[in-house]
C-alpha cells in the first residue's frame, strides 16, 4: 500500500467509509469529507496526519475538498466538477462552476509560498496536453480539454510553478492516460483515454521527488482490468522527504 492514499467521488457520508478496510491496509489514519451519495473526497495515511485548512471550498457547498499535513507535507486533495457537457459558462452552469473552482484554487495558490511542501492531486478533471488525450484535434470539442479549460489549468500550473509530477516521469511525446470510458468493450484496444488525474508538487518539493535525476511517478492502469473496476486508474508519486 502507498504511505498516503488520495481518493475522490468516495459518494457516501463520514460514518458510512469503511474504515476498517484502511486500517486492515495499514492506512489507520483518516480524513473524510464526505456527503450523501454525491462527490467526497478522502485522505488515508500511514503516518500520522495534522489538520490543515483546504486552500478552498466548493462554491455549491459540494464535498470535494480535504486536505491534510504528513510528514510536513501538505496534501490538498480535489474532486473538480467535471463540468457537464456544453463548453459555455453562460449556457451551462456547471461549467461556469468548474472553471471558477480553478479559479479560485488559482487564486488561493498564487498567495502561496513556492518553497512551502505542498501537493496538489486529485481528479481535476481537465487533461492539459494534446498527449494526455487520445485525439487533441476531435478533443477539443468536448469538455475536459477545450481551450478555457487549457487555459485554467496553465494558470493553475503558473500560479505556482508547480511541477507535473506523472508527466515529468513521462516525458511528451508519450501518451498518458489515467480514464477510461467504460463504453468501450477492450479499454486497451480501443485506448480512447484522457488523464484527468494528476499530482502537482510545489518547487519546494523538487528535491523530494527528483530522485537520482529522475522523478518516480505513474499510472497503474492494470486496476483498470479489475472486476467492477472504476473508469479511473491510480496515479502514483514517490517522494523522498
Known amino acids: 500500500a502507498p504511505d498516503v492514499l488520495c481518493m475522490q467521488e468516495i459518494k457516501c457520508q463520514e460514518g458510512e467509509f469503511p474504515r476498517e478496510a484502511f486500517e486492515s491496509m495499514g492506512l489507520p489514519h483518516l480524513k473524510i469529507a464526505g456527503q450523501k451519495g454525491w462527490h467526497g473526497v478522502a ?30 507535507v ?20 456547471k461549467f461556469d462552476h468548474k472553471l471558477d473552482f480553478y479559479e479560485t484554487l488559482t487564486a488561493a495558490l498564487t498567495k502561496r509560498d513556492p518553497k512551502d511542501p505542498l501537493i496538489v492531486t486529485g481528479d481535476l478533471n481537465i487533461a492539459p496536453g494534446e498527449n494526455d488525450v487520445w485525439s487533441h484535434r476531435q478533443m477539443l470539442k468536448v469538455v475536459s480539454h477545450t481551450p478555457p479549460e487549457l487555459e485554467a489549468f496553465d494558470a493553475l500550473i503558473k500560479s505556482m510553478n508547480l511541477l507535473d509530477l506523472p508527466r515529468l516521469a513521462t516525458p511528451e511525446p508519450e501518451k498518458l492516460f489515467s480514464w477510461w470510458s467504460y463504453r468501450a468493450a477492450d479499454f486497451r484496444k ?52
Open 43 to 72: 485522505i488515508a495515511s500511514r503516518l500520522p496526519i495534522e489538520d490543515v485548512p483546504t486552500l478552498i471550498t466548493c462554491r455549491e457547498g459540494h464535498a470535494r475538498c480535504v486536505a491534510v499535513k504528513v510528514a510536513g
Open 74 to 93: 501538505e496534501i490538498q486533495n480535489f474532486y473538480i466538477p467535471a463540468g457537464g457537457d456544453t463548453p459555455d459558462r453562460v449556457a451551462n452552469p
Open 190 to 241: 480501443s485506448n480512447r483515454g484522457l488523464r484527468l488525474d494528476h499530482i502537482l508538487a510545489s518547487p519546494g518539493l523538487r528535491d523530494a521527488a527528483v530522485l537520482n535525476g529522475k522523478v518516480s511517478s505513474r499510472v497503474h492502469d492494470d486496476v483498470r482490468e479489475w472486476e467492477r473496476p472504476s473508469d479511473h486508474a491510480p496515479v502514483t508519486a514517490d517522494l523522498k522527504v
